[in-house]
C-alpha cells in the first residue's frame, strides 16, 4: 500500500498525513497488501499458505518458527516430525499398524467374539512364563492350519459338564495326571494312537 520512502522533508501537509497513515496501515497488518521500499528486516505475514516472512533487502524468505516460540523449527512435515521427537508410529493409521521391533506391555485386546471382557489374555506372575513359543531354523514350535469348512485346525471347548474341563496338562507333582481330556467324546483319531509303555515298547490302538 505505502511507498515507505516517504514521507521526505519535502512533502506538503496533506501529502504527509496520507503517507503516514498509510505505513501505519501496512504495519498493523503486517503487510496485507503489497509496499513499496520496505525497510531490512521488515516483517509480513503471508496469508495462502500462512507463514512470517522477512525482508533481507532484496526478496522477502519464510521464516520457521522454533520449537520455542511455538512452531516446529522445520518446512517440511519429514523434518518437523524430527524434531518434534516424533518416529514411524506417527504416519500409521489405526487401521493399518505396523509395529516390526520393541517391547509391549499391559495391553487389552478385543476382537469381534469378546467373552467375559477378553478375547485375548495372557498373565504371568514372578518369574513365571504365561506363554513361550519358539522354533529351531524351519520348525514349527507352533502351527495350526484349517482347511476348508467344516474342517478345523485346533477346536477346545469347555461347557458346563464334566468339571468344565476341556483340555488340561498338568504335572504340578507325581501323582498328579500330565495329561487330560474329557468331555463325552473323550478322544477320536482318524488313524492311529500309539502310547510309549517302556522303553522301546509301545502299545498302538487301531
Known amino acids: 500500500m505505502a511507498d515507505w520512502s516517504n514521507p521526505k522533508i519535502t512533502s506538503n501537509y496533506v501529502t504527509f498525513v496520507d503517507e503516514v497513515k498509510n505505513r501505519d496501515i501496512d504495519a498493523i497488518t503486517l503487510t496485507r497488501v503489497a509496499i513499496t521500499g520496505p525497510p531490512l528486516g521488515s516483517i509480513k505475514l503471508l496469508r495462502a499458505p500462512v507463514a512470517f516472512q522477512e525482508y533481507d533487502g532484496s526478496v522477502y524468505t519464510t521464516l520457521l518458527l522454533s520449537l520455542d516460540g511455538g512452531g516446529t523449527g522445520a518446512g517440511t512435515p519429514v523434518a518437523a516430525r524430527t ?4 518416529g514411524t ?7 493399518a499398524v505396523a509395529i516390526t521391533g520393541g517391547n509391549i506391555g499391559s495391553v487389552t485386546m478385543s476382537g469381534n467374539i469378546v467373552y467375559n ?12 512364563e504365561a506363554l513361550t513359543l519358539q522354533g529351531v531354523a524351519t520348525k514349527y514350535a507352533l502351527y495350526v492350519a484349517g482347511g476348508p469348512a467344516p ?11 464334566r468339571t468344565d474341563v476341556a483340555l488340561a496338562v498338568e504335572n504340578a507333582v507325581i501323582n498328579r495326571g500330565s495329561f487330560y481330556v474329557w468331555g463325552d467324546m473323550v478322544a477320536q483319531f482318524m488313524y492311529r494312537l ?3 509303555v ?3 515298547a509301545y502299545a498302538p490302538t487301531t
Open 83 to 86: 524434531n518434534l521427537g516424533l
Open 89 to 95: 508410529m506417527a504416519t500409521q493409521n489405526s487401521n
Open 117 to 128: 471382557g477378553g478375547a485375548f489374555r495372557m498373565n504371568a506372575g514372578g518369574a513365571q
Open 151 to 161: 474342517s478345523f485346525g485346533v477346536v477346545i471347548r469347555a461347557g458346563t459338564s
Open 198 to 200: 517302556g522303553v522301546d
Open 194 to 196: 500309539v502310547i510309549p
